[in-house]
């Protein structure tokens, strides 16, 4: 039987005959919690669930096979999750449950390695994992929280909500209680010199910020904090394109919550238990479950795009940044739907975005560090026309030539990169629809010479 394992469609798990629904779920979760530890370290990987009338086995297989060091490192995953299978004893001694069983890796020949002797070795094991893997994981959680009956227990809340609880912290612990902290690729020092050239008015941040925070994790840093920043910039400058392509190259995946809609602090500190339908909040889901098509990490980019915009009516939906953006005390933040879960939020890389420093407040500023984007203009803003129109065509996936007129030049220098964005695609239809797959001038002409003076809803 194929488990189907959220997130890893593609991931080979076979399991034992004959469990019920409710171990199939834990099988479930186990499998994604070894799933997301394995694929920084290896591409290829299948697993094989096991188990005894005392014990819980994982056989892995990968090409190539894990180290020892590798193998060991996956243990406490096995473990963390023992509460999940009734059937297994919680205070066995090692001769009645076979610690050393949860792991018999396997070479990609098949042959498998003896883990004899493993379980008496725990001090040693967990040495090594301080070595290996904790240099490049963060705990954001609690590792308390593998019991979390005895957490519920504590907590003065009813009855629905400890049903939540109970749920989430499933959930929690099917990742596990640490988190990946992001790690730049090889061709990083490349990556930024393409965003420099795709974004000229940001190379003050790259400079600044990025580098200086990417060149610590590269030489092995074992906590590092990006900075909070703050975009200020007309509308249509490319802060938030910016911030999207930024989290793209560092591959965490970027998490956008628009301010000016907030109405209070719920997409940040989740709603209170007080609510029957409280929810945990947008930055606690990336944070323990990942954002979509991403696995979870330690420091993933949340943009906060237009702050100088929020509504304090009644609400401020600003309330739990100033918490937030603090390292100190982000590492204790704890979500309102949640009582009593502390998560670190410490290595979040925040970018937020305004037009108008002015609106912003004091205790804001005084935790971001501020650049102002200018639009460009002439030559620059050509050759981003230039590399907006190849990624563009790149979106549509159609075969289409990238060349851009250098006549437009003159009608470019005007333009936004937002408007630029939005005139290019109507052009490149415009052409697909004469029968082209090239531009020519008269496609673009019309379109940037346009004005965006009327009202909204009459062309």
């Known amino acids: 039987m194929k488990l189907p394992i959220p997130r890893f469609p593609e991931l080979s798990v076979v399991l034992p005959d004959g469990d019920d629904a409710l171990t199939l779920e834990a099988y479930q ?40 060091r590798e193998r060991q490192s996956l243990l406490p995953l096995v473990r963390n999750l023992e509460f999940m299978f009734p059937w297994m004893p919680k205070s066995a001694q090692p001769d009645e449950y076979r610690q050393a069983e949860p792991l018999e890796p396997s070479t990609e020949a098949g042959t498998e390695t003896n883990a004899e002797g493993e379980a008496s070795m725990e001090a040693f094991v967990r040495s090594l994992i301080d070595e290996d893997v904790d240099r490049r994981t963060v705990q954001v959680f609690d590792p308390g929280l593998t019991d979390p009956a005895a957490l519920i227990q504590q907590l003065p809340i009813d009855g629905e909500s400890r049903q939540k609880m109970q749920t989430a912290l499933k959930k929690i612990l099917a990742y596990g209680t640490t988190r990946p902290r992001s790690q730049p690729d090889h061709s990083w020092l490349k990556d930024l010199e393409t965003l420099r050239g795709e974004f000229p008015g940001f190379t003050a941040v790259l400079d600044q910020v990025v580098q200086p925070h990417l060149s610590l994790i590269a030489a092995g840093a074992r906590r590092v904090r990006m900075p909070p920043i703050l975009l200020v910039g007309p509308p249509g400058v490319g802060k938030t394109a910016f911030a999207r392509r930024l989290a793209e190259m ?43 098509g991403r696995p979870p990490v330690a420091d993933p980019v949340i943009v906060l795009d237009e702050i100088d915009k929020v509504s304090t009516d009644r609400y401020d939906p600003m309330g739990p940044l100033y918490t937030l953006l603090e390292e100190e005390t982000a590492r204790v933040f ?26 912003i407040p004091e205790p804001i500023l005084s935790r971001v560090l501020v650049y102002e984007i200018e639009p460009p203009s002439g030559n620059a803003m050509f050759s981003i026309a230039q590399r907006m129109l190849e990624s563009t065509v790149r979106e549509l996936e159609i075969h289409f030539q990238t060349r851009l007129p250098r006549e437009l030049a003159p009608l470019i220098g005007d333009q936004t990169p937002r408007t630029l964005k939005v005139r290019l695609e109507l052009a490149v239809g415009a052409a ?10 008269d496609d673009l002409t019309t379109l940037f010479r346009t004005q965006t003076k009327l009202s909204m809803g009459f062309v």
Not at 280 to 289: R, T, V
Request: one cysteine or more; a positive charge; hydrophobic letters at 45%.
């Open 432 to 441: 697909m629809s004469a029968g082209r797959n090239y531009l020519v001038l």
């Open 334 to 359: 704890e979500d309102q739907s949640l009582p009593g879960i502390v998560f670190d939020a410490s290595l979040i890389r925040w970018i937020l975005t305004a037009n108008d420093i002015r609106r």
């Open 250 to 292: 560092l591959g965490t995946g970027c998490l956008n919550i628009d301010m000016a809609s907030a109405t209070n602090g719920a997409a940040l500190a989740g709603s209170s238990t007080f609510w029957s339908n409280s929810q945990p909040s947008q930055l606690f889901n990336a944070i323990a479950y990942g954002l979509p």
């Open 29 to 68: 979760m186990l499998a994604v919690s070894l799933a997301i530890h394995l694929s920084g370290r290896r591409a290829v990987f299948a697993l094989e669930l096991r188990r005894g009338p005392l014990w819980l086995g994982v056989k892995v297989h990968t090409t190539p096979a894990l180290s020892r």
